[in-house]
């Protein structure tokens, strides 16, 4: 099985019965339900997998959940890793990776508060510290929302040069600014996944992977249509289905995530739970205005793929 495959990675929710513990088995259909597309799996991620609010162990009872129900289908990437101290960032690596993971989805450093860049040498000693430590294949996040800055495109290319094993980078910085020079920078030899939906198909088109898809738990048919007619070299199809993904991704991200799209998921019948305290799920209008954009784009209970 590839480590990095190009294709649609899901962004998993993760799914809480009401007295806050994990839905095991809405968690286990929703895994079942992603590997039948194929897509591979970012288990507990900070923002739709709710990782931020969760206790270690909670974290490792998803990874042992995923690791038993779709082992061998589908990739398994374990999330829920950082940003917190380099020793500690590397122990839950290592754990992860002994467990089975497919792969290790980490950030980089964010001790101070999240508008604070951290400086360049602190990030460096990281990244070299973090990779020499653990050999397992890694998936690094690019994610300014969740650490404060971009990780320097230069400094990517050298470690991904340096280290075989950082398969790839988990991109979040929307600006093509950045987007251009990165997948110029690592398109030969190391994977780069789109978080910013809206960027997906310039990503596909300048040699990134694939996208890592906050809609996939919710519509997976309409991203599978989007790649496979892109793969096809049909550009109509691929504008279609990617113009109603766009929808979709607006109005999940109006009412942000998970709880925008766990209330998706549950409008459609699936198994999206409740979010965990202090999120909330949204409110009458935004439920009816998440309803709605469904319907526009054709997706009703009891009848999404």
């Given at each position: 099985m590839?480590?990095a495959?190009?294709?649609?990675q899901?962004?998993?929710?993760?799914?809480?019965?009401?007295?806050?513990?994990?839905?095991?088995?809405?968690?286990?259909?929703?895994?079942?339900?992603?590997?039948?597309f194929?897509f591979?799996?970012?288990?507990?991620?900070?923002?739709?997998?709710?990782?931020?609010?969760?206790?270690?162990s909670?974290?490792?009872?998803?990874?042992?959940?995923?690791?038993?129900c779709?082992?061998?289908?589908?990739?398994?990437?374990?999330?829920?890793?950082?940003?917190?101290?380099?020793?500690?960032?590397?122990?839950?690596?290592?754990e992860?990776?002994?467990?089975?993971?497919?792969g290790?989805?980490?950030?980089?450093?964010?001790?101070?508060?999240?508008?604070?860049?951290?400086?360049?040498?602190?990030v460096?000693?990281?990244?070299?510290?973090?990779?020499?430590?653990?050999?397992?294949?890694?998936h690094?996040?690019?994610?300014?929302f969740i650490?404060?800055?971009?990780?320097?495109?230069?400094?990517?290319a050298?470690?991904?040069?340096?280290?075989?094993?950082?398969?790839?980078?988990?991109?979040a910085?929307?600006?093509?600014?950045?987007?251009?020079?990165?997948?110029?920078?690592l398109?030969?030899?190391?994977?780069?996944y789109?978080?910013m939906?809206?960027?997906?198909?310039s990503?596909?088109?300048?040699?990134?992977?694939?996208?890592?898809?906050?809609?996939?738990?919710?519509?997976?048919?309409l991203?599978?249509?989007?790649?496979d007619a892109?793969r096809?070299?049909?550009?109509?199809?691929?504008?279609?289905?990617?113009?109603?993904?766009?929808?979709l991704?607006?109005?999940?991200?109006?009412?942000?995530h998970?709880t925008?799209?766990?209330?998706?998921?549950n409008?459609?019948?699936?198994?999206?739970?409740?979010?965990?305290?202090p999120?909330?799920?949204?409110?009458d209008?935004g439920?009816?205005?998440?309803?709605?954009?469904?319907?526009?784009?054709g997706l009703?209970?009891?009848?999404?793929s």
């Amino acid at each position: 099985m590839a480590i990095a495959p190009a294709g649609v990675q899901a962004a998993c929710v993760t799914p809480f019965n009401r007295d806050g513990s994990i839905d095991e088995g809405a968690f286990a259909a929703q895994l079942e339900r992603m590997a039948s597309f194929g897509f591979g799996l970012f288990i507990c991620l900070v923002g739709t997998g709710e990782a931020q609010i969760m206790r270690d162990s909670e974290i490792r009872r998803t990874w042992e959940i995923a690791l038993k129900c779709v082992k061998g289908k589908v990739p398994i990437i374990a999330c829920g890793i950082g940003p917190t101290d380099t020793g500690y960032t590397i122990k839950l690596a290592n754990e992860a990776g002994a467990m089975g993971a497919d792969g290790v989805y980490v950030y980089a450093p964010r001790p101070m508060p999240a508008p604070v860049p951290q400086p360049r040498r602190e990030v460096e000693q990281f990244l070299m510290e973090f990779l020499d430590k653990v050999h397992y294949p890694i998936h690094l996040a690019n994610n300014p929302f969740i650490i404060g800055y971009s990780i320097p495109v230069d400094l990517l290319a050298k470690a991904t040069a340096r280290y075989p094993h950082l398969v790839s980078i988990v991109n979040a910085d929307g600006a093509m600014g950045y987007v251009v020079p990165l997948l110029r920078a690592l398109r030969s030899k190391t994977a780069v996944y789109e978080v910013m939906t809206p960027n997906a198909i310039s990503s596909l088109m300048l040699g990134g992977q694939g996208p890592l898809s906050i809609e996939a738990p919710v519509a997976p048919h309409l991203w599978k249509a989007a790649y496979d007619a892109y793969r096809a070299g049909d550009l109509s199809q691929t504008s279609d289905a990617f113009a109603k993904i766009l929808k979709l991704h607006d109005v999940l991200v109006k009412y942000q995530h998970p709880t925008g799209v766990k209330a998706a998921m549950n409008a459609l019948g699936l198994p999206g739970g409740y979010p965990r305290r202090p999120f909330l799920s949204p409110d009458d209008t935004g439920l009816q205005e998440i309803r709605a954009v469904l319907d526009e784009i054709g997706l009703h209970k009891g009848t999404a793929s």
